[in-house]
């Protein structure tokens, strides 16, 4: 099978899958998807951009009820960011099914919103196992009907020290449910997981393309002081679209992001210590290109999904060879070519060599050439605005786009990407219309409605 209309799916799935633009399955969805439909438990090996999230997708979609009001299909994620993408992309799936209740429960959230929604039971719930162990303990979620129940890049979640919570979730929801487990790698302790919780499971490993080629791994010898320069002339330089930047310590994060600010460019730092909107709202500027760079740590960029991203510089040498594997493998994806970059100082030469020891080869060096401290702009090429309504509100991005393309004078093609959340709704625009796209709004309506708008 390779094509979706082989399967045993509902019109309306057909439909959405049609709309969507899927073609041909992607080799997890053709191996995990048959058994799935068939109520088999499933672990499968499967990296981000794979498939698998229309593979569980559909799957727990098609087993739905609509009529019956109780939770049906519970997904387990890592990180906020990772469950937001699932239940959007579940969302699109199940665009054809009227009256399906979909909840995203996240840990750096407030519980009052969540508890005001878990009032009427929903059919899906997207979460991370924190959050989620804490609604079933309080009984605010009821999950004695879930029949599908799935995890999500089950690896990072161990990885996060998740592995008690799943174990406790599992005794407070329904024994007679189909598991179905996601990891990007099958280490010892995924497969003790999968014997707790899964029931003769159908085995799903793909042979992915080897695209290690696609990535050019480079270090540059360089003293602790000189590197916030050498960085900003390799970014003049490279001129990459969006770059992700690597520190071990939080606090490097905040330093590093202000320096390059400084030096004019469009940088933003994340790590733990922010709060969850502000988080939130980095991610976003990112994503739209109203950022260009993304200043992390390696706890904080757990979970993202960044599609089309150049350049990945480790501005420290990762503590261990894992590490440094997962940094590289940020660029590169879907046959693209990327570039990973490491600065490496004389007392991080010993982290260098254990990370050339397990790659099995050496990585080209190069030595850093002085700069003429000159500040150049490389200001990204959009710019944020955020309007204080968002789901809630019946708000839409066709509405966003309606109010800027129509009183605002702008063109649709000044308009980048739109993300729409339950209070809150973010729009890039070209970073020399972004005034006149905020005075327009401020003074005009969206949708018929006056609402805060600010530029971030």
Known sequence: MNTFNQLDLSPALLAAIETIGYTEMTPVQAESLPPILAGRDVMAEARTGSGKTAAFGLGLLQRLDPSEIRLQALVLCPTRELADQVAKAIRRLATNIPNIKLLTLCGGMPLG????????????????????????????????????????????????????????????????????????????????????????????????????????????????????????????????????????????????????????????????????????????????????????????????????????????????????????????????????????????????????ERIGKPLARYPAKPGDGRKVLNLAPMKTLVIDAGRKDKLRPGDILGALTGDAGLNASDIGKIDVYATRAYVAIKRDLANKALNRLREGKIKGRNFRVRSI
């Open 113 to 356: 919103p969540q508890l005001a929604s878990l009032e009427h039971d929903p059919h899906i719930v997207v979460g991370t196992p924190g959050r989620v162990q804490e609604h079933l303990k309080r009984g605010s979620l009821h999950a004695g009907g879930v029949k599908t129940f799935v995890l999500d890049e089950a690896d990072r979640m161990l990885d996060m020290g998740f592995e008690e919570a799943i174990d406790d979730i599992v005794k407070r929801i329904s024994k007679h449910h189909q598991t179905l487990l996601f990891s990007a790698t099958y280490p010892d302790e995924i497969r003790a997981v999968s014997g707790r919780v899964q029931k003769d499971p159908v085995i799903v490993t793909i042979d992915e393309p080897h695209t290690e080629t696609t990535i050019e791994q480079r270090v540059v010898e360089v003293e602790p002081g000189l590197k916030t320069d050498l960085l900003a002339r390799i970014l003049h330089h490279e001129k990459p679209e969006s770059t992700l930047v690597f520190c071990n310590m939080r606090k490097d994060t905040d330093e590093l992001a202000a320096a390059l600010d400084r030096l004019g460019f469009s940088a933003i730092a994340l790590h733990g210590d922010l709060e969850q909107r502000d988080r939130d709202e980095a991610l976003v500027r990112f994503a739209n290109r109203s950022c260009n760079v993304l200043v992390a740590t390696d706890v904080a960029a757990r979970g993202l999904d960044i599609e089309g991203l150049p350049l990945v510089v480790s501005y420290d040498v990762a503590h261990d060879p894992d590490t440094h594997t997962h940094r590289s493998g940020r660029t590169g994806r879907a046959g693209a070519t990327g570039l990973s970059l490491t600065l490496a100082s004389s007392r991080e030469l010993n982290k260098l060599r254990a990370i050339e």
